[in-house]
């Protein structure tokens, strides 16, 4: 059969091609969050695109292979799931199709594992088959506003320009990216940052070695020889996965800067953290590791960078004395896990039957009428914020931001029932045991 190999010339004009989107909710970040407005919109019959950087969906709950769902039950000896919403649908698609791992009893709730892969194609087909307009590789440049209205955002694609309009906007970008591009106010933390992790997978290691391995004898040796071999963090975990031959390492800690140049070192800084690591458990373990390597460098997991500046700050006073809000929109038990140290976390657990909530107000910023923040970019101080950037409460924010649009409709969701809210989210703020 002949192949036409004939091939044509061109120029890029000057102004390059704009690609014009109009939809109603627009979502910037497709983690948890991102996902779960995209999707609970949609269901509300609005049309939706999502939007991220990465060349796939699921951001950190993906591409970090996190592998755990954290927040999505309560404290306790008997623990009920708090958060629903696209978590029920999750939990049990999952569950049919083999990829939820294992519930683990730590921190006095209950951690799921999952494949992170069966995540990402669960995230896949949940957008297909909900009609969402998926922009993936896409870059903010720009965000047009008229006072407290954005009007729509500017994306960078390798396939062109986008100019997307939408009448609703989520901020779900893990970095309130859509509120710093839209110059409304953001918040960092004054004093010391908050460390990332470098999460891997390692395969070759001695399965049946490892279901007995003594973590407390790998605590007591990182301590110890850590910094021999180079390591940052001297605590941290692996997880082995119970039906497959695959173990994910979450024990690295890595700076978490703001700019294009540091943002490329800490990729590489992360993966040497990791390459050490390995060698340390070879070394000191060689009955579970000697064979052991890495099957997969995740990306950077990014904890906390910069949040909104909402018209409420949930503090670490309101976590933990678990303060009612008539505007509480999605709850919590997950401990205080504060990583402000390069060597190690600090964890501070609660007790059996505690709950927090995190109020709408966290969500939006005084100074736009319809923009709602979700995920950890919402406005909380650094210890609060370690508490709900967790799954759990990330897909009940998403779900609050996308049914507050849906109220404020063409309005200000500054003027939203709050009532209406509540009631639309109420199976994330009462007990369904």
Not at 12 to 23: A, I, K, Q, Y
Not at 233 to 239: L, M, V
Not at 295 to 304: S, V
Not at 344 to 367: C, K, N, T
């Amino acid at each position: 059969m002949a192949i036409d190999t004939s091939t044509r010339t061109f120029r890029r004009p000057r102004e390059g091609r704009l690609t014009t989107v109009e939809v109603d909710t627009a979502v910037l970040g497709s983690g948890a969050a991102g996902m779960s407005a995209a999707l609970e919109a949609a269901k509300l019959g609005r049309r939706v695109a999502i939007i991220d950087g990465a060349p796939q969906l699921g951001g950190q709950a993906v591409g970090a292979l996190l592998g755990t769902f954290c927040g999505f039950y309560s404290n306790g000896p008997k623990p009920y799931q708090v958060t629903h919403g696209i978590a029920d649908d999750l939990l049990h698609d999952m569950r049919e199709s083999g990829d939820l791992l294992d519930m683990v009893g730590r921190r006095n709730t209950i951690i799921v594992q999952y494949r992170v892969a069966g995540l990402q194609r669960w995230f896949e087909e949940q957008a297909r088959k909900a009609g969402l307009v998926v922009l993936l590789g896409a870059v903010l440049r720009g965000v047009r506003r008229d006072g407290c209205c954005i009007k729509a955002l500017e994306l960078a694609t390798r396939y062109g320009d986008v100019e997307l309009h939408a009448s609703g906007f989520v901020d779900a970008s893990g970095d309130a990216a859509l509120a710093l591009t839209a110059e409304l106010a953001v918040r960092e933390a004054a004093a010391a940052q908050i460390f990332g992790s470098l999460v891997f997978t390692l395969e070759g290691f001695n399965e049946s070695l490892l279901k007995d391995f003594d973590r407390a004898e790998l605590a007591r040796r990182l301590q110890e020889k850590g910094s021999s071999y180079g390591l940052v963090r001297h605590d941290g975990f692996i997880f082995a996965g119970p039906t497959w031959n695959e173990t994910l390492v979450n024990m690295t800690h890595i700076e978490t800067p703001m700019d294009p140049v540091g943002a490329g070192r800490m990729v590489l800084e992360g993966r040497a953290q990791a390459d050490r690591l390995v060698r340390f458990l070879r070394a000191e373990f060689p009955g579970v590791f000697a064979q052991a390597r890495v099957r997969a460098y995740g990306l950077p997991g990014i904890r906390q960078t910069r949040t909104i500046a909402g018209t409420h700050q949930l503090t670490e006073t309101e976590v933990r004395t678990g303060q009612h809000f008539d505007d509480a929109i999605a709850r919590c038990s997950w401990p205080f896990e504060l990583h402000a140290h390069a060597s190690h976390v600090q964890w501070e657990e609660f007790g059996d039957g505690h709950m927090h909530y995190v109020p709408f107000r966290s969500l939006i910023s005084a100074e736009a009428d319809n923009l709602v923040a979700a995920g950890r970019c919402i406005d909380a101080d650094p210890v609060a914020l370690s508490s709900v950037r967790v799954m759990g409460p990330c897909i009940a924010m998403g779900a609050a931001a996308a049914h507050a649009l849906d109220l404020a409709d063409a309005g200000s969701v500054h003027q939203i029932d709050l009532s209406a809210l509540r009631k639309r989210v109420v199976g994330n703020l009462e007990a369904t045991h």
